[in-house]
């Protein structure tokens, strides 16, 4: 399943840990405000949630003029097209 997070707030966290409780292979894409979550200092907050891949928009991270984690991939718009092809369920948080 790809969860795609638009926000920054505690409350999308909580709904990846239960939303995604059962779900084997979780993918997030941070988009928006969300990418300031893709930074070093906060992608350890997922690690209790075992998400197998990280992606931000390339677009919003250079906006924002950060870093993100090296196990953060950046993707243009033509790969989050292909990421919601490439998965049968999306949850926007």
């Known amino acids: 399943m790809l969860y795609i ?4 707030d ?7 840990a ?13 988009i928006s405000d969300a990418v300031f979550r893709a ?9 209790d949630l ?3 891949k990280f992606y931000a928009a ?15 991939e950046l993707v243009d718009y033509d790969d989050m097209a292909e990421l919601l092809e490439d998965h049968d369920k999306i949850v926007t948080l």
Do not use: H, P, W, Y
């Open 5 to 8: 997070l638009n926000k920054t």
């Open 10 to 16: 505690e409350e999308s966290l909580r709904q990846l």
């Open 18 to 30: 239960v939303i995604g409780a059962d779900d084997d292979e979780k993918s997030v894409l941070f």
């Open 39 to 47: 930074s070093e200092a906060n992608i350890a907050r997922f690690a």
């Open 50 to 52: 075992d998400v197998e």
């Open 58 to 72: 390339k677009d919003a991270v250079e906006a924002r003029t950060m870093q993100v984690a090296g196990s953060v």
